[in-house]
């Protein structure tokens, strides 16, 4: 019987992987498979983009997370873009200035989760091991080097900005990245925000319009 709950296939772009979350009794099911699958060609995927389509409402952030943790750094993956197979029409954000701003007044520290369904401003820092999660943009006036996921309902327009971007991972809506390896600090504010398949991290510059 062929096993069809997880299906890879390499294209010019990089992988593409189909996977059926209703054949799991649960998420570790899923990642120990997924893990065995990719183990076979390992060597061909450090730096390759992968293309992950599943039913997303199956999985939390918490276990989104450890996937993304796996491909990064188990099998250094380069980017990760998740397409939802069972794909909603709604979106509560679909451009950079729309909705409730909510404002944090404080560093986040590692280990403190901040989870707002619309845009963030913190006016602090965000300490590595910290994990920061808007429906809409993220702005940081400070040094970002925690998890950051903006547009989490699929807004591929959000942004995060931040005077130091160094975020262990960074998402804008479906599309997944890591921090470069070669320890470049740039001393000056970046915004990251999606191109194509791809995050693009440019220097902040007061007037061009995002």
Known sequence: MIDDSIIIKGNRE???????????????????SLIEKLSRGRVFYKGATIKITTQLKHINERELRRLKDILFDEFLIKDCIFENSEETI?????GVYEGRTKFIKRTVR???????????????????????????????????????????????KA???AFYLQPQILQ???????APEDNI???????????????????YLPNKFI
């Open 172 to 178: 804008i809506g479906d599309v997944a990245t890591r």
């Open 159 to 161: 942004i995060v900005a």
């Open 14 to 32: 990089g992988l593409n992987a189909v996977i059926n979350m209703n054949k799991f009794k649960d998420v570790d099911e899923m990642l120990d």
């Open 90 to 94: 709604t979106k509560v954000f679909s």
């Open 110 to 156: 590692s280990g403190q989760i901040i989870n707002y369904p619309g845009n963030l401003v913190i006016i602090g820092d965000v300490n590595s091991g910290a994990e920061i999660y808007a429906s809409g943009n993220v702005i940081v006036l400070g040094a970002l080097r925690g998890y950051v996921h903006a547009g989490y309902e699929g807004n591929s």
């Open 185 to 203: 600090k740039p001393q000056y504010p970046e915004v990251a925000k999606v191109r194509g398949n791809s995050i693009i991290v440019e220097p």
